[in-house]
């Protein structure tokens, strides 16, 4: 009789249970993995064996068939060396009867038999409660990960044999320790930035409103700093949004024991070589993109001219959908990928065009290359574009320091409290509005119904610059907590198209 063993791999961010069955026959000693192993699997079988003989068990001395059911789902990495070992030591009966029947078990193996930690453990976890298993056996180190899932019983171990010794009953791992559900940590804090009153208030706006943004100013002028301290204003991740990106980063190996829990919104800023893999996702066993890293924190494009045009245009799907699909051949996987997108650029090659510091070096029709590279349907979707100055250096050399990060974010979750409360659905924010919603949400008062006339036809905007700059005039006038759009909001809110302005840079 074949014993079976339960594992699971994962797919995108989704876990299916795989059933191992091994069976020993007499024959040529040797053992053959079968049901659509890749390469790192069929390496299982040296691991297992200096593991086992390691650990004090044999190998069998018999012909040893190793069947991973169901044969479609291609099984990929060294998590399933802990479950074909344990079905072996079954089937030599080394465990006793049944005894790892209701359990799921994952990990890779040391040679000398120690559990190292895998990827995938909390989509697995989550599976495997949703299905009703008894209990989970890893790796000690991704306990904690584990019990990330509440009503799940794990068991966690460091060797092999103890989790031998577990299954007859003379050892009792200890319950992995939960995660502690601490604040998040930044580094960073919008303190430490002198001046810029526009950006910093800009920053705010995006934040309150969900609204994208691109900044545009000459080297040193503070726009990565400004662009990594977008995080520290955002609210606080719910502890469902921290899972959600907690699973993204264990599909991508990226949790450490100390860190098993994401809590601090993630801030992605990807170099401009990117490949569309690297930046969307995919490979033959699709991996997430820097889209779904950054899922439910911040995408940061620094020189965003310089990156590929296909890549930008990849973007598309996931900014409208909030998810990207990868079609492979073997069939698609969505991984999420809600992030607030900051872009930065300087505003000519040279990036000293408009400094009053120094001298631009390029022509007019150099600035136009340089500009045109933007992708049309990608600049359309950054509510915001503004001009960074740089600071005076006699103004950096001060000690001043500005309003901290975390009085801003007080005024952001207000706002955003404002815009839920309004649609009637959690998340749902002004930079999400359709035409037809902002039809609907965002009317101006008499006053500032003529201004933005007049601004229209001074300026000669478009339609959908039309509604962009109505929707960061709702943003403004909820941040003030004024149901009203006023003149005054609509003026700021001009203010943040610095490229629909025709004439802007010639
Ligand atoms: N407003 C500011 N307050 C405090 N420090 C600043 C400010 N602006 C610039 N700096 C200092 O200048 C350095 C450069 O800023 P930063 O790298 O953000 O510029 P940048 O606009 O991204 O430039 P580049 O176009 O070269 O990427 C920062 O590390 C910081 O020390
Ligand atoms: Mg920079």
Redesign the pocket.
């Known amino acids: 009789m074949p014993q079976r063993v339960f594992t699971a791999t994962v797919v995108g961010i989704e876990a299916f249970p795989v059933e191992v069955e091994v069976d020993l026959a007499f024959g040529l000693p040797g053992t053959t993995i079968v049901g659509l192993p890749d390469s790192a699997v069929k390496e299982s079988r040296e691991r297992i064996r200096a593991a086992l003989r390691n650990s004090g068990y044999d190998y069998p001395d018999r012909k040893v068939t190793i069947n991973l059911a169901p044969a479609d789902i291609r099984k990929e990495g060294a998590g399933f060396d802990l479950p074909m070992a344990v079905g072996l030591l079954a089937a030599i009966g080394v465990l006793p009867e049944g005894a790892p029947s209701g359990h799921l078990f994952l990990g890779e193996l040391a040679l000398d038999g120690r559990l190292k930690a895998t990827r995938g453990v909390l989509p697995v976890a989550l599976m495997a409660r949703e299905r009703g298993f008894d209990a989970l056996v890893v790796p000690q180190e991704n306990g904690s990960e584990a019990a990330l899932v509440p009503e799940l019983r794990v068991l966690a171990f460091e060797h092999l044999s103890q989790v031998v010794e577990y299954f007859h009953g003379r050892f009792e791992p200890e319950a992995p320790a939960l995660p502690p559900r601490s604040a998040p940590a930044y580094h960073e804090d919008l303190a430490?930035?002198?001046?810029?009153e526009q950006a910093r208030r800009a920053l705010e706006v995006a934040a309150a409103g969900g609204h994208n943004l691109l900044l545009i100013?000459?080297?040193?002028?503070?726009?990565?700093?400004?662009a990594r301290r977008l995080p520290t204003i955002l609210p606080e991740m719910s502890f469902e949004e921290a899972l959600e990106t907690t699973r993204i980063y264990s599909v991508a190996g990226l949790l450490s024991p100390e860190r098993p829990l994401v809590t601090s919104r993630p801030f992605r800023s990807p170099h401009h070589t990117i490949s569309d893999v690297g930046l969307i996702g995919g490979g033959t066993q699709p991996r997430p993109g820097e889209i779904s890293l950054a899922h439910n924190g911040v995408l940061f494009l620094?020189e965003l001219p310089e990156f590929n045009r296909r890549v930008l245009e990849a973007l598309r799907e996931p900014l409208e959908e909030g998810r990207v699909t990868i079609t492979r051949a073997t069939g698609s996987v969505t991984f999420p990928a809600r992030f607030m997108l900051i872009c930065?650029m300087?505003p000519c090659r040279c990036?000293y065009y408009g400094d009053p510091r120094r001298a631009c070096q390029c022509s007019l029709q150099e600035i136009r290359r340089y500009r045109s590279r933007l992708s049309g349907p990608l600049l359309d979707r950054l509510d915001i574009h503004l001009e960074?100055p740089a600071?005076d250096y006699r103004e950096?050399s001060s000690d001043r320091r500005g309003e901290p990060s975390e009085s801003v974010r007080e005024r952001v979750i207000l706002a955003r409290r404002v815009q839920e409360k309004r649609y009637g659905r959690p998340g749902k924010l002004n930079a999400h509005l359709t035409a037809r919603e902002v039809k609907e949400w965002c009317v101006p008062d008499e006053a500032g119904r003529r201004l933005l006339e007049a601004a229209c036809e001074r300026l000669g905007l478009s339609a959908r610059a039309y509604h962009r700059i109505l929707k960061l005039a709702r943003t403004i006038a909820d941040i003030e907590g004024s149901e009203n759009i006023s003149a005054a909001h609509l003026s700021e809110a001009i203010q943040y198209r610095s490229l629909d302005r025709p004439f802007y840079g010639y």
Do not use: W
């Open positions: 430490d930035i002198v001046g810029q100013g000459p080297p040193g002028a503070g726009k990565t700093m400004l620094d930065a300087n990036g960074v600071v950096l």
